[in-house]
Nanobody, 118 residues
Framework: QVQVVESGGGLVQAGGSLRLSCAAS????????MGWYRQAPGKQRELVAI???????NYADFVKGRFTISRDNANNAVYLQMNSLKPEDTAVYYC????????????WGQGTQVTVSS
């Protein structure tokens, strides 16, 4: 089993910055990707950014140029630097860890609240 723990959420004014951190631990075998999703009240969970173990990054259009994802593969960690935050970025942010065994297995953290005030 893989445990996923996020940290770094909070309350910030519009235009401000936050940095989210996520660490995976436990019976890790073959992580192929780590990333961030978010879910606002009344909305579906959506992709924010992901980075493969090989280094490829993919961002949602609504965060391009503002958010940066990075990984520390040696420590099974992923980070999300969020700049120029907007009130519409308010959501619970979830860390996703994807392993490839003989099947794809997704692990999720408990989520961290990000609130951006106007």
């Amino acid at each position: 089993q893989v445990q996923v723990v996020e940290s770094g959420g909070g309350l910030v004014q519009a235009g401000g910055s936050l940095r989210l951190s996520c660490a995976a631990s436990g019976s890790i075998v073959n992580i192929v990707g780590m990333g961030w999703y978010r879910q606002a009240p009344g909305k579906q969970r959506e992709l924010v950014a992901i980075q493969t173990t090989g280094g490829n990054r993919n961002y949602a259009d609504f965060v391009k140029g503002r958010f940066t994802i990075s990984r520390d593969n040696a420590n099974n960690a992923v980070y999300l630097q969020m700049n120029s935050l907007k009130p519409e970025d308010t959501a619970v942010y979830y860390c996703n860890v994807r392993e490839l065994l003989d099947y794809v297995h997704d692990y999720w953290g408990q989520g961290t609240q990000v609130t951006v005030s106007s």
